[in-house]
Every structure is written in structure tokens, then in C-alpha cells.
T-cell receptor, first 111, second 109 residues
Framework: EADIYQTPRYLVIGTGKKITLECSQT?????MYWYQQDPGMELHLIHY???????EKGDLSSESTVSRIRTEHFPLTLESARPSHTSQYLC??????????FGEGSRLTVL | QKEVEQNSGPLSVPEGAIASLNCTYS??????FFWYRQYSGKSPELIMF????GDKEDGRFTAQLNKASQYVSLLIRDSQPSDSATYLC?????????FGTGTQLKVEL
């Protein structure tokens, strides 16, 4: 069973607030990913990391930033949340290849 | 042309029938192919992968790959209501995994 955790699961916040979505995995995976998914829509890769101190932007442009200071931790930060950031954010990890283990997601609503 | 294409559905099948889900991809350098299942409001989970041409069976699931036609499919035998979900096809090229938009499957009683 995958051990990847996301907090908070649900967050409702006002415009202009800074938020950090946490993602941690206990599997020792080097590769970690952040996807954005609106209800009923496709997954969009917004950030990925292949190891400590390595981060890259994904296919979908995002105003969020990420950091990877420890192997197990890959937080995503929005400095100033806007209603357009309302979405579900999914964190995933893998050892490589296409076998991704997803967290349960963080559903963000910005009022 | 999208890199990975799937019919969004919904695909409706009666309980006990075979559900056939299809996916085409554009990059001939694609190496590996994956099927993820995503229940409504949940995260995707990997159910099958296939690397070589032909069929790969796992319980009620069979993945089929035809690299010449750039086509991968997932068959679900004896479909159950619990199979109702969105099925995402994903294709690996190098280090990049690209997901399709998914096909919604509804298994009706």
C-alpha cells in the first residue's frame, strides 16, 4: 500500500492569502510530482522533482512554487491565492517509469 | 493532435458484460503504457501496465498493445458496478508520463 500523505485535504481560503499544501511520502521515492485536476477534467502536471534540490515546472503553467529539501517532503506554495487557483491538487511519487502512487489530494477553494 | 487520446464517454455496459476501453498515442518512441482507474472524487490508482506488443492479463483485466497501430486498450471482463470509474491511459516516453483525458465507464445493473 502506498504511503503518501497530503494535508490539508480540504482548504477554503480568502483571496490574497498565502497557502502551502504539504506532501510527504515514506517510500523513499526520488521522484515526486504535483498535478492539478478540475472536477471531471484531465490531470495537468504542474511541478516535478527527481531528487533533493531538484525541481522543474511541468506542462501547465502555474503560479505556485515547490521545494525539495528532503527526499520525503515536496510542499507546494501559493504566495497569493486567487479564485482561479480553485482546484484539486494531487501529489504523487515514484521510483521511476510510469508507476505513480498518488496521495488523496488537497481540494482548494479560494473565495 | 493530442499525445494521448481517449474517448471521454460515458461508456455504458450492463453488469457481466465486457467493457472495452481504447487509447491511441502519437509518439512512436513511447515505451510503456499504463492504465489508471480513478473513482469520482478520488485519486488515480494504477491497475495495469504493458510494455510489449500483445495481451497481458491480470484477473478480469486484459491490456492489449499494438505498437504498429499506436493503440492500447483495456478489457474488463464480467464488469461489475464497482468498476464504474474513469479510466486514464498514460504513456511513457523517456522520463515523461503523459495522461489521456480518461474514459468514464458506467456499469449498469
Amino acid at each position: 500500500e502506498a504511503d503518501i500523505y497530503q494535508t490539508p485535504r480540504y482548504l477554503v481560503i480568502g483571496t490574497g492569502k498565502k497557502i502551502t499544501l504539504e506532501c510527504s511520502q515514506t517510500m523513499g521515492h526520488d521522484k515526486m510530482y504535483w498535478y492539478q485536476q478540475d472536477p471531471g477534467m484531465e490531470l495537468h502536471l504542474i511541478h516535478y522533482s527527481y531528487g533533493v534540490n531538484s525541481t522543474e515546472k511541468g506542462d501547465l503553467s502555474s503560479e505556485s512554487t515547490v521545494s525539495r529539501i528532503r527526499t520525503e517532503h515536496f510542499p507546494l506554495t501559493l504566495e497569493s491565492a486567487r479564485p482561479s487557483h480553485t482546484s484539486q491538487y494531487l501529489c504523487a511519487s515514484s521510483t521511476g517509469g510510469g508507476e505513480l502512487f498518488f496521495g488523496e489530494g488537497s481540494r482548494l477553494t479560494v473565495l | 493532435q493530442k499525445e494521448v487520446e481517449q474517448n471521454s464517454g460515458p461508456l455504458s455496459v450492463p453488469e457481466g458484460a465486457i467493457a472495452s476501453l481504447n487509447c491511441t498515442y502519437s509518439d512512436r518512441g513511447s515505451q510503456s503504457f499504463f492504465w489508471y482507474r480513478q473513482y469520482s472524487g478520488k485519486s488515480p490508482e494504477l491497475i495495469m501496465f504493458i510494455y510489449s506488443n500483445g495481451d497481458k492479463e491480470d484477473g478480469r483485466f486484459t491490456a492489449q498493445l499494438n505498437k504498429a497501430s499506436q493503440y492500447v486498450s483495456l478489457l474488463i471482463r464480467d464488469s461489475q458496478p464497482s468498476d464504474s470509474a474513469t479510466y486514464l491511459c498514460a504513456v511513457l516516453v523517456g522520463d515523461k508520463l503523459t495522461f489521456g483525458t480518461g474514459t468514464q465507464l458506467k456499469v449498469e445493473l
